[in-house]
């Protein structure tokens, strides 16, 4: 669908302001750029002029294209310079009085044809519009940033938005080269409630003694694919930004457990480590650059012992071949033999349940996490439980270490760390769509574009198999007692049904 917008107004001409009028002028749309601050329309009509200059010189636009695109850029004045616009776009300070002000002043000067829309991150579409006389022509175009390299955005239904005025920007959005997703008006839309599962989760794991900072970075990125760890994208975001999104999806969803945030972010909030721009946050920054301790090298055992692998590990076939091609000898005895290393691989619980469960030897067992198949990992994670013997610990890190793939040693944890961390994120995303937040496909689609992760949660869930999510999920709960594991329903039905994740009801 092709919408032509020929003149939008931005308000607000701070860095999303500037990068909405950057696209919407490359899309052929005449803009005008507003600002409350005197002079800062001005100042940033010239910073795009000057980025488009740049990208001149670079030879990534010709001198016609740059000429084209800084000619469409006016800085104006007042709210009545915006009368002609078909299409207005706030972009200000994050606080609903502020912009159900702005919106009132707009309404009385645009119009009775042009949208109007917000681009807040948090705040209710449905409560910005309330009391216009058309809040039907009001949606949210929720862009990030940086808005030219994050290709999504989210077009948001307030309660009384009609679904053309949605259909309308989404097309435009098209023009602009981002892919629209629809949402529905909850906290957090779509990218914000959806990736609340990845640093929370974490946060709780540190927060349990499991492991530190820097080995569930690892883990999350070495063994389950994400590009950085949640500690590392705190930082890179700042506590500033993201603790009060934690807190306000938490309080706006009346303390759903799943969303529930950590007194660490808050503690580190206080303190003024924010991550990168204070030099300090879940690590240290000098010059700009991420201080990390190298990880320990693994033990070194003189004779390993034997291996006794419970017949209830997952993936217990592919673990025995794992455990003989690195050289062990495999005790196959119907229960472990006295000195064999006890090997379990639970899927949501904790070592020490499969050892009280399995009347094992709590001493010699350690448990290894087999959610995800050997050969596309990087790192190995093995869990010890509190009566695991050191002598034990060090044989399987050595042994699981021996063809050189990374190991991590984490102390007892139901659902080790990728298992914790995955569900949690796959149970939300379901959870979502059991909500009719938005589709799978959008879901997917603003997930992959909007956060980064190596696919989409539902695709994520499909890959490890909803059964095992589920298992994981109900085991977690079982182990916590926290109705933050509960499974949605949406992935109780599908995974019972042997179901893809990503289907929709007829």
């Given at each position: 669908?092709?919408?032509?917008?020929?003149?939008?107004?931005?308000?607000?001409?701070?860095?999303?302001?500037?990068?909405?009028?950057?696209?919407?002028?490359?899309?052929?749309?005449?803009?005008?750029?507003?600002?409350?601050?005197?002079?800062?329309?001005?100042?940033?009509?010239?910073?795009?002029?000057?980025?488009?200059?740049?990208?001149?010189?670079?030879?990534?636009?010709?001198?016609?294209?740059?000429?084209?695109?800084?000619?469409?850029?006016?800085?104006?004045?007042?709210?009545?310079?915006?009368?002609?616009?078909?299409?207005?776009?706030?972009?200000?300070?994050?606080?609903?009085?502020?912009?159900?002000?702005?919106?009132?002043?707009?309404?009385?000067?645009?119009?009775?044809t042009a949208t109007l829309a917000t681009n807040t991150s948090s705040l209710s579409v449905t409560a910005i519009a309330a009391?216009?006389?058309?809040?039907?022509?009001?949606?949210?175009?929720?862009?990030?940033?940086?808005?030219?390299?994050?290709?999504?955005?989210?077009?948001?239904?307030?309660?009384?938005?009609?679904?053309?005025?949605?259909?309308?920007?989404?097309?435009?959005?098209?023009?602009?080269?981002?892919?629209?997703?629809?949402?529905?008006?909850?906290?957090?839309?779509?990218?914000?409630?959806?990736?609340?599962?990845?640093?929370?989760?974490?946060?709780?794991?540190?927060?349990?003694?499991?492991?530190?900072?820097?080995?569930?970075?690892?883990?999350?990125?070495?063994?389950?694919?994400?590009?950085?760890?949640?500690?590392?994208?705190?930082?890179?975001?700042?506590?500033?930004?993201?603790?009060?999104?934690?807190?306000?999806?938490?309080?706006?969803?009346?303390?759903?457990?799943?969303?529930?945030?950590?007194?660490?972010?808050?503690?580190?909030?206080?303190?003024?480590?924010?991550?990168?721009?204070?030099?300090?946050?879940?690590?240290?920054?000098?010059?700009?650059?991420?201080?990390?301790?190298?990880?320990?090298?693994?033990?070194?055992?003189?004779?390993?012992?034997?291996?006794?692998?419970?017949?209830?590990?997952?993936?217990?076939?592919?673990?025995?071949?794992?455990?003989?091609?690195?050289?062990?000898?495999?005790?196959?005895?119907?229960?472990?033999?006295?000195?064999?290393?006890?090997?379990?691989?639970?899927?949501?619980?904790?070592?020490?349940?499969?050892?009280?469960?399995?009347?094992?030897?709590?001493?010699?067992?350690?448990?290894?996490?087999?959610?995800?198949?050997?050969?596309?990992?990087?790192?190995?994670?093995?869990?010890?439980?509190?009566?695991?013997?050191?002598?034990?610990?060090?044989?399987?890190?050595?042994?699981?270490?021996?063809?050189?793939?990374?190991?991590?040693?984490?102390?007892?944890?139901?659902?080790?760390?990728?298992?914790?961390?995955?569900?949690?994120?796959?149970?939300?995303?379901?959870?979502?769509?059991?909500?009719?937040?938005?589709?799978?496909?959008?879901?997917?689609?603003?997930?992959?574009?909007?956060?980064?992760?190596?696919?989409?949660?539902?695709?994520?869930?499909?890959?490890?198999?909803?059964?095992?999510?589920?298992?994981?999920?109900?085991?977690?709960?079982?182990?916590?007692?926290?109705?933050?594991?509960?499974?949605?329903?949406?992935?109780?039905?599908?995974?019972?049904?042997?179901?893809?994740?990503?289907?929709?009801?007829?």
């Amino acid at each position: 669908m092709t919408v032509n917008y020929t003149r939008i107004g931005v308000v607000g001409a701070g860095a999303m302001g500037r990068g909405i009028a950057q696209i919407a002028a490359q899309a052929g749309s005449d803009v005008l750029l507003l600002d409350s601050v005197a002079g800062a329309a001005e100042r940033g009509r010239e910073a795009l002029a000057a980025q488009w200059n740049k990208l001149h010189e670079k030879g990534k636009i010709d001198a016609a294209a740059r000429d084209a695109h800084i000619a469409r850029v006016k800085a104006v004045d007042s709210i009545a310079a915006l009368a002609a616009c078909d299409l207005v776009i706030e972009a200000v300070v994050e606080d609903l009085a502020v912009k159900r002000r702005l919106f009132g002043e707009l309404e009385s000067v645009v119009a009775p044809t042009a949208t109007l829309a917000t681009n807040t991150s948090s705040l209710s579409v449905t409560a910005i519009a309330a009391g216009l006389a058309h809040p039907e022509r009001v949606a949210g175009f929720h862009f990030f940033n940086p808005v030219p390299l994050m290709k999504v955005v989210e077009v948001v239904a307030g309660f009384k938005t009609s679904a053309e005025t949605c259909k309308r920007l989404a097309g435009y959005a098209a023009q602009m080269g981002h892919s629209a997703v629809q949402a529905q008006d909850t906290p957090g839309f779509i990218v914000n409630h959806a990736g609340r599962g990845y640093g929370t989760e974490a946060l709780r794991i540190v927060s349990e003694g499991v492991a530190d900072f820097a080995t569930v970075d690892r883990i999350l990125k070495d063994q389950a694919g994400f590009r950085l760890g949640p500690f590392e994208l705190m930082d890179l975001t700042a506590l500033d930004v993201s603790h009060p999104v934690m807190e306000s999806i938490y309080h706006q969803y009346y303390e759903e457990p799943r969303f529930r945030p950590s007194v660490i972010t808050a503690q580190r909030l206080a303190a003024g480590a924010l991550g990168r721009k204070t030099g300090e946050g879940f690590y240290r920054y000098q010059d700009g650059a991420m201080q990390q301790a190298p990880e320990a090298p693994p033990p070194t055992v003189g004779t390993l012992p034997a291996v006794w692998v419970s017949p209830r590990a997952a993936r217990r076939a592919e673990l025995l071949r794992q455990v003989n091609t690195l050289g062990a000898q495999i005790d196959s005895g119907a229960s472990a033999a006295p000195g064999s290393l006890i090997l379990v691989a639970p899927l949501g619980f904790d070592v020490t349940t499969m050892a009280a469960v399995e009347r094992l030897d709590a001493t010699r067992t350690v448990g290894i996490d087999m959610l995800i198949d050997d050969a596309a990992t990087r790192r190995r994670v093995l869990a010890t439980n509190p009566a695991t013997r050191r002598d034990m610990r060090d044989a399987a890190h050595a042994l699981f270490a021996r063809d050189g793939k990374a190991v991590s040693v984490i102390r007892d944890s139901g659902g080790f760390v990728t298992q914790r961390v995955v569900g949690t994120i796959v149970n939300i995303a379901a959870d979502m769509c059991q909500q009719r937040v938005c589709s799978p496909a959008d879901l997917e689609t603003a997930v992959q574009l909007g956060l980064g992760y190596p696919r989409g949660p539902l695709a994520m869930g499909n890959l490890h198999g909803p059964t095992n999510m589920l298992e994981v999920l109900f085991n977690l709960q079982t182990v916590y007692g926290d109705p933050r594991y509960r499974p949605s329903p949406w992935l109780r039905r599908r995974g019972a049904l042997g179901l893809s994740l990503l289907h929709e009801e007829e």
